[in-house]
């Protein structure tokens, strides 16, 4: 059999215990004694002893008997039926039910679960990230906008930024596991017919499908669905799995960026390999890994896309073979994504000597909005002051990238300006304090700090998770 890339080589153990074949069998005959057993209090006769022997059989899965029964039946539900059945001894299972009302509850819960999962995996990089941004609040750094020297920022406010991202899909994420429903159990055409016709009365079938949302531990049941719950929530899932990879995207952008200029580092461990030609290379392959997961992401979001409104009627089965990949292998890569990342932050370093470095090449550059307000103060007209440091500054770069040089060359030019206000004295006397012109950097860091804490409050203990071994 060929193995599950996503899974075997980038996913917890965790998720994948969620999505192995064995556990979903398990899951689903759970769901059958359940119902069973709320069938035989609600008044259906069921026979002696039958609802304990199911419940015996619940672990003995073989995978291969079922298999082979399908090959025969061609319908995969129909053959786990049986074979639960040949298990117990009993025909007394699916009473009153359709497939969907297996497949579709159990596939909700492995959803709920894996969005557990990642939501505690999301709380434990953001605490680290919060730690992160704390740590370097005070690290002026050169802010860039179209990876082109703009302002002075700090490192910490960089990470504060993607940190924001990243808490605002936590939000989402906290909303779907609190708010996802369960089908329920609605029959084949969703009007729950069969079980009203066996248990006699809707205050029976609303107690049994309460039974089962209770077991599975969901606090809200789909009202009117038909087969299948509408497949625009499975596309609200992955869309916001996509959304939660943005902000340790983001990062690890910035990230590879700096690496390249060596301001800053993922880590390098003892005994890795970067090239296998070059030996001096550093590679930031574990950044890399994150970026090529979200692509795969993205895949998996134009496949629910693509089934979302797409259904006939009360239902059909052409998005079977989608969400079959999609589901399990959508939270495959997001937890592999969300574990490397964290791997990169636990790991991960900066060159304060070459930060500064630059930045003091860049500064009066990165000034020239401080340069523009205090020539306007100074009595000269907005436009004709940021004329006036255009053209200086644009001649400086031009004959700096001629032959090295720092950036004080523009004070220069500009205090021999005799239309400029300013004197070159006067300019350099505020650039001596990079943070001065980092803006209110420092007291976002410190409001995303507090936003981070209340939310690592309501999820204790996800910032002491452990992260596995990757490759």
Request: a negative charge; one cysteine or more; glycine letters at 8%.
């Amino acid at each position: 059999m060929i193995e599950n890339v996503l899974s075997a080589r980038y996913a917890s153990p965790e998720m994948r215990r969620i999505w192995d074949p064995v556990a979903k069998v398990r899951m689903e005959r759970r769901l059958w004694v359940v119902v069973l057993e709320t069938q035989q209090r609600l008044g259906v006769e069921v026979p002696e002893g039958a609802v304990e022997a199911y419940r015996m059989a619940i672990d003995d899965v073989d995978l291969d008997s079922i298999e082979r029964r399908e090959r025969v039946l061609r319908h995969d539900v129909k053959a786990r039926i049986e074979e639960f059945n040949a298990l117990a001894g009993f025909e007394a299972i699916h009473l009153g039910m359709t497939s969907r009302d297996v497949t579709e509850n159990v596939e909700l819960l492995q959803i709920r679960q894996s969005l557990q999962v990642v939501l505690t995996r999301a709380v434990a990089a953001l605490g680290t990230m919060a730690a992160l941004a704390a740590e370097h609040t005070g690290l002026a750094v050169t802010g860039r906008t179209h990876n082109v020297p703009a302002q002075v920022t700090t490192l910490g406010k960089r990470m504060a930024s993607a940190g924001e991202e990243l808490a605002a899909a936590i939000d989402r994420i906290e909303a779907l596991v609190g708010g996802l429903p369960l089908r329920g159990i609605k029959g084949p055409v969703g009007t729950q017919q069969d079980q009203l016709e066996l248990l006699g009365s809707a205050e029976s079938v609303i107690e049994l499908e309460r039974a089962v949302a209770d077991d599975l531990g969901f606090e809200r049941v789909a009202g009117s669905v038909g087969q299948i719950y509408p497949r625009s929530l499975d596309l609200e899932v992955v869309a916001t799995l996509v959304q939660l990879a943005a902000g340790p995207t983001n990062l690890t952008t910035t990230l590879r960026l700096m690496a390249g200029h060596d301001l800053a580092t993922e880590g390098f461990a003892a005994g890795q390999v970067g090239s296998s030609a070059m030996p001096h290379k550093m590679n930031t392959r574990t950044s890399e890994r994150v970026h090529g997961l979200k692509v795969i992401l993205g895949g998996y979001l134009a496949m629910a896309a693509g089934l979302s409104g797409e259904q006939w009627n009360e239902g059909d089965v052409t998005c079977s073979v989608v969400r079959r990949v999609m589901l399990p292998d959508a939270f495959y890569a997001i937890d592999g994504l969300l574990q490397s990342f964290q791997v990169v932050l636990g790991e991960m370093g900066v060159f304060p000597a070459v930060i500064e470095r630059e930045l003091t090449a860049s500064l009066p550059f990165l000034a020239t909005t401080r340069l523009l307000g205090a020539a306007v103060q100074a009595g000269m007209g907005r436009e004709a002051a940021h004329e006036t440091i255009k053209r200086h500054a644009v001649a400086a770069a031009l004959d700096r990238r001629q032959a090295p040089a720092d950036g004080l060359d523009l004070l220069a030019r500009l205090g021999a300006d005799p239309d400029f206000p300013l004197s070159t004295a006067d300019m350099q006397a505020f650039l001596g304090e990079p943070l001065k012109f980092a803006g209110l950097a420092s007291s976002q860091v410190e409001d995303f700090v507090k936003l981070v804490a209340e939310i690592v409050g309501r999820h204790p203990g996800s910032v002491d998770q452990q992260v596995g071994e990757i490759l």
